[in-house]
């Protein structure tokens, strides 16, 4: 599939936390580095995510804002 996203990094399913109807994954995308996601349980069990299955973050947003 195509995507628009510009923002796409690869990594492993680190975890995933399952409520009624949203989850939590957290892909590693580095030695260290974790990108969180909130997305719906359907979706976890659509895309057979599960702990150590390569998966791919795309991250497209109109603003990002950070702190230092």
């Known amino acids: 599939m195509a995507l628009s996203a510009r923002n796409q990094i690869k990594g492993k399913v680190k975890d995933v936390k399952k409520g009624m109807v949203m989850a ?14 909130a997305i ?10 599960a702990v150590g299955k390569e998966a791919q973050v795309a991250i497209k947003a109109t603003s990002v804002m950070l702190n230092a």
Do not use: C, Q, Y
């Open 24 to 37: 939590e994954v957290t892909v590693e995308v580095a030695p260290g580095v974790e990108i969180v996601a």
């Open 40 to 49: 719906t349980t359907s979706s976890v069990e659509r895309l057979g995510l």
